[in-house]
């Protein structure tokens, strides 16, 4: 897959895409980034890439035309990778939620063009020209679009067909069923085995399994009951997790008195 990222801050994205499982997944050629930077097209002695908005008030945008030749270059440049023009994804805050279902879906394309904004972000007329979707990670507020691509990258990368090893199987992550992770431990010269559940050392491993998926199933009722309501239980999940329920809510009732 190839991603080429608009942005005023290229080296950053570059670092990004440069350690871990992402960086390995571009030594293995899964996953190409290219990066152009509306400030080499900017014009004039000064190089402006922001302007003062139409109506006034504080705060800058970034000036249309620099952004605009820098969309057309990127896109030109990866014209003839495939038969469609790439999508363009705007990272902005007024963009829909990234979830891990979005991250499927786009990590399956060919090709993607991300713009990070900067300032209060781009000029209205740009966005219903050129962009095919608005996407922020989150409620919160950040300084520019960087982090917002970052993210992007990192779990589009890791998803491409070679980029885990068996040992960070995505088959088992937090998400890819809809549940939080169990509880991990490892080994410790400081402190033994202690606090360590009995059943993870006992080599029984089907009571093992089923331990960490009520583990999962608890936490998330305890954690994320929004996550809950939209995951698929079958029967012993559902009695896994009515015994969990049973034995916290016992464990409350105990605390209280
Ligand atoms: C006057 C209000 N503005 C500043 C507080 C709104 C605003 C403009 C630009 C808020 C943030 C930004 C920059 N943010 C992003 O570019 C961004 C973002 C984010 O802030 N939160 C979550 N996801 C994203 S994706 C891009």
Known sequence: MRLDAITLFPDFLRQCADVG???RARERGLLQLETWN????????????????????????????????????????????????????????????LTQATVRRLATMPRLLLLCGRYEGIDERLIAREVHKEISIGDYVLSGGELAAAVLLDAIGRLQEGALNDADSAAQDSFEDGLLDCPHYTRSDTEGTAGIPDVLLSGDHAAIRRWRRQQSLGRTWLRRPDLLARAQLDNDDRALLDAFRHEWLASQAKNES
């Not at 945008?61 to 057309?72: F, N, T, V």
């Open 38 to 97: 509306p400030r080499d097209y900017a014009t004039g002695k000064y190089r402006r890439v922001d302007d003062r908005p139409f109506g006034g008030g504080p705060g800058m945008l970034m000036l249309i035309d620099p952004l605009r030749a820098c969309i057309d270059a990127a896109r030109a440049a990866a014209a003839g990778v495939d038969a469609e023009p790439a999508p363009l994804i705007y990272l902005s805050p007024q963009g829909e939620r």
């Open 21 to 23: 499982v992402v960086g």
